[in-house]
């Protein structure tokens, strides 16, 4: 989709693409490893683009939002019949947990829409719009997880036997 509507925004000088991601695509959790890498791989993709065609007066939004009243956790979110006993109280739990949030998300996709509708026809619209509490206590608790790896390996980062940049 992005190939084809991007020429047109170049020749007007303007546009705004909408991608649709997840907090998963900030995080990672437990048994749905290949969701969170295909989410992650919007979100990589969201950011290159915003900087190649910024310049072009071109914006990109990449929207994460967190759990919403629709499919995802219901049918859609099908699983392998294989179980492993071994993970039973990560994925597996995670597994399950899904399931019983499934029906009862606290996200309301109507208002999710007027949100990102109100984030696209702003002056500055962020690059990423968080929607839900869980979104945005789920990215939080991922910079502070970064941060704590960052801080905590410094030393070792800045010693490592590389150039200096």
């Known amino acids: ?3 084809e509507v ?3 925004m170049r ?3 303007e546009g705004h693409i909408v991608n649709i991601s997840s907090i998963g695509g900030l995080r990672s959790f437990p048994a749905v490893g290949f969701y969170n890498a295909t989410k992650y791989a919007v979100d990589g993709l969201s950011e290159a683009l915003a900087k190649e065609t910024a310049p072009l007066g071109i914006r990109v939004t ?3 939002p967190s759990g919403f009243r629709t499919n995802w956790a219901g049918r859609s979110a ?3 019949k294989i179980k492993i006993d071994d993970y039973a109280t990560t994925a597996g739990k995670n597994r ?3 399931r019983a949030y499934s029906g009862n998300q606290p996200g309301d996709p109507v208002r999710a829409a007027a949100a990102i509708i109100k984030a696209v026809e702003y002056p500055n619209p962020p690059l990423r719009l ?3 509490a869980a979104a945005l206590k789920g990215a939080r608790l991922k910079l502070e997880e970064l941060k704590k790896d960052f801080d905590e390996w410094e030393a070792i980062t ?3 036997d590389f150039p200096a940049e």
């Open 6 to 8: 991007l020429p047109f």
């Open 130 to 132: 968080l929607l839900g």
């Open 1 to 3: 989709m992005i190939q």
């Open 158 to 160: 800045l010693s490592a």
């Open 11 to 13: 020749k007007q000088r």
């Open 62 to 64: 990449v929207v994460a």
């Open 96 to 98: 399950e947990d899904i």
């Open 78 to 80: 099908n699983d392998s």
